[in-house]
């Protein structure tokens, strides 16, 4: 499943690079962080240093800029994409005589759109479950980074990308936890998602097993109803 990482503007340190003062019009060109390492998001994620390496270096051509995780809505390019101290940073350029690239730019000038959000696939071993439900991510593959607005639609976070095989491989009440909250619901509404469920399959499996009960106790009767004959 497609994974979704919000930074939020004050994190971000988004900046605009002016093509002169006395210049009415910019460049369309920015920078900042669509990622910070050693926060906890809203899933109870952290990102380690560190964890962005491989992909970097794997990667043929660099990842889609989108606005709000869709591929339909592609508003320009990354010009630069590396790993600091800070996080994962970012230089991007919108595209220019198009008209959500437009909206787009002028609405993160005003503040209204105010954020960043990689997309990204947690590779095996690239994470450590913790207790607390959130995950301490190693290593990823990134997938596309995103202008958003903040805080999310959850919507925007809902991925269909191999969706059937994420639910197949659900396993334990913990990977059921895993898949709500990857699928958008924040940690604490997941778990109470699957606290309220409990108690329902609890009763279906009771009464699944008075009704196997009842079936067997059926059977033993007409086979010794069978035998007195």
């Known amino acids: 499943m497609l994974n979704r990482h919000?930074?939020?503007?004050?994190?971000?340190?988004?900046?605009?690079?002016?093509?002169?003062?006395?210049?009415?019009?910019?460049?369309?060109?920015?920078?900042?962080?669509?990622?910070?390492?050693?926060g906890i998001d809203s899933f109870g994620d952290t990102i380690i240093a560190g964890a962005f390496t491989e992909t970097l270096e794997k990667m043929a051509r660099k990842p889609l800029m989108l606005y709000g995780h869709s591929t339909a809505n592609v508003v320009g390019k990354w010009l630069d994409i590396r790993e600091d101290e800070t996080g994962l940073y970012v230089q991007g350029e919108f595209t220019p005589n198009h008209t959500l690239s437009n909206d787009v730019y002028a609405s993160m000038r005003h503040g209204a759109v105010d954020g960043l959000s990689i997309g990204f696939r947690v590779p095996v071993g690239g994470a450590e479950e913790l207790d607390s439900g959130g995950r301490r991510i190693t290593k990823v593959d990134l997938?596309?980074?995103?202008?958003?607005?903040?805080?999310?639609?959850?919507?925007a976070r809902v991925s269909s990308v191999k969706m059937s095989d994420e639910i197949n491989a659900i396993q334990s009440i913990r990977d059921a936890e895993r898949f709500l909250r990857d699928a958008g619901l924040p940690i604490s509404m997941a778990?109470?998602?699957?606290?309220?469920?409990?108690?329902?399959?609890?009763?279906?499996?009771?009464?699944?097993?008075?009704?196997?009960?009842?079936?067997?106790?059926?059977?033993?009767w007409l086979h010794n109803l069978t035998d007195k004959r």
């Open 143 to 155: 997938v596309e980074i995103s202008i958003v607005g903040f805080p999310a639609d959850a919507g």
């Open 191 to 220: 778990k109470a998602f699957i606290s309220q469920c409990r108690p329902l399959y609890q009763r279906e499996a009771d009464a699944e097993r008075e009704r196997k009960e009842a079936y067997e106790a059926t059977l033993k």
């Open 6 to 38: 919000q930074n939020p503007l004050q994190n971000c340190n988004l900046k605009f690079n002016q093509v002169g003062i006395a210049s009415a019009e910019d460049d369309r060109i920015f920078e900042g962080y669509a990622s910070t390492f050693g």
